[in-house]
């Protein structure tokens, strides 16, 4: 079975910016949720999708925002980048909204200049 | 509202000794918890999991942990360090009831000293 992969691996985006980032679920996962990780910290929970639409969301403003499409896929939108949105996004997938834990994939770093 | 201690930022170890990372948490519910580790450059790959049931718990790479209630610890243990351990360790709990969210401890790097 294939794990959970995220597309691009790095970018470099300008402040003021929008970026898109990508993610392909394990297969026979239907939940997908995006985590922040910050250097030298744990990952943050940004929000969680379960059957396309969002069923939790952390403490993160509104200009995140992200999609899940019918094959479970999804993408996590982040509008007006700030420098603080420097970090690695990771996506993890899971069956039934995660209770057993998630699959992480190996994440996307953004750095925003 | 859960959260998660690791105490230590930096642990390190000579190869062939004990491994123990700290973990303490906070849950208003019993929690699901977890241990994951994170290479560099690398997503998290999940090391081992207590949901329900035997309250020692064994994963991958010879690692186990022990979920004790009454001290609202979840320690992750290995008998032997071996180079291949180097890493960053990362506890993390998910309340269950209805929110399953993860919250990460802000994770302790180990290092093996040959």
């Known amino acids: 079975e294939t794990g959970v992969t995220q597309s691009p691996t790095h970018l470099i985006k300008t402040r003021g910016q929008q970026v898109t980032l990508r993610c392909s679920s394990q297969s026979g996962h239907n939940t997908v949720s995006w985590y922040q990780q910050a250097l030298g910290q744990g990952p943050q929970f940004i929000f969680q999708y379960y059957r396309e639409e969002e069923n939790g969301r952390g403490n993160f403003p509104p200009r995140f925002s992200g999609l899940q499409f019918p094959n479970y896929s999804s993408e996590l939108n982040v509008n007006a980048l700030e420098l603080d949105d420097s970090a690695l996004y990771l996506c993890?997938?899971?069956f039934g909204q995660g209770k057993y834990g998630y699959t992480f994939g190996s994440g996307t770093r953004l750095t925003v200049v | 509202a859960q959260s998660v201690t690791q105490l230590g930022s930096h642990v390190s170890v000579s190869e062939g000794a004990l491994v123990l990372l700290r973990c303490n948490y906070s849950s208003s519910v019993p929690p699901y918890l977890f241990w994951y580790v994170q290479y560099p450059n690398q997503g998290l790959q999940l090391l081992l999991k207590?949901?329900?049931?035997?309250?020692l718990v064994k994963g991958i790479n010879g690692f186990e942990a022990e979920f004790k209630k009454s001290e609202t610890s979840f320690h992750l243990t290995k008998p032997s360090a071996h180079m291949s351990d180097a890493a960053e360790y990362f506890c993390?709990?998910?309340?269950?009831?209805?929110?399953?969210?993860?919250?990460f401890g802000k994770g302790t790097k180990l290092s093996v000293i040959p």
């Open positions: 993390a709990v998910n309340p269950g009831a209805g929110s399953y969210q993860l919250t």
């Open positions: 993890a997938s899971s």
């Open positions: 207590y949901t329900t049931g035997a309250t």
